[in-house]
């Protein structure tokens, strides 16, 4: 859905996989992508959040993780 710039569409999908698989991470991940391309960079680190307290070990959220905090200024 990225590339159609559909991105709450991709976020309501991603929320109807967490409503049926709570601990799958990439769908917290993924989710947390769409809220960054969306400029929601807070919400966006809450579910790069939810992704690492499920899969610690999970480098791209660490890194996402980082560049919102960096957009948001909080370096």
Same mark, same amino acid.
């Given at each position: 859905?990225?590339?159609?710039? *559909?991105?709450?569409?991709?976020?309501?999908?991603?929320?109807?996989?967490? +409503?049926? +698989? !709570? @601990?799958?991470?990439?769908?917290?991940?993924? *989710?947390? @992508?769409?809220?960054?391309?969306?400029?929601?960079?807070? @919400?966006?680190?809450?579910?790069?959040? +939810?992704?690492?307290?499920? +899969? !610690?070990?999970?480098?791209?959220?660490?890194?996402?993780?980082?560049?919102?905090? *960096?957009?948001?200024? *909080?370096?």
């Amino acid at each position: 859905m990225r590339r159609l710039d *559909r991105y709450e569409e991709a976020i309501a999908s991603y929320d109807k996989a967490i +409503k049926i +698989k !709570p @601990d799958y991470h990439e769908a917290w991940y993924n *989710r947390g @992508d769409a809220l960054f391309n969306l400029g929601r960079y807070e @919400d966006a680190i809450s579910s790069y959040d +939810k992704a690492l307290e499920i +899969k !610690p070990e999970y480098y791209a959220a660490w890194n996402n993780r980082g560049v919102a905090l *960096r957009n948001l200024g *909080r370096n």
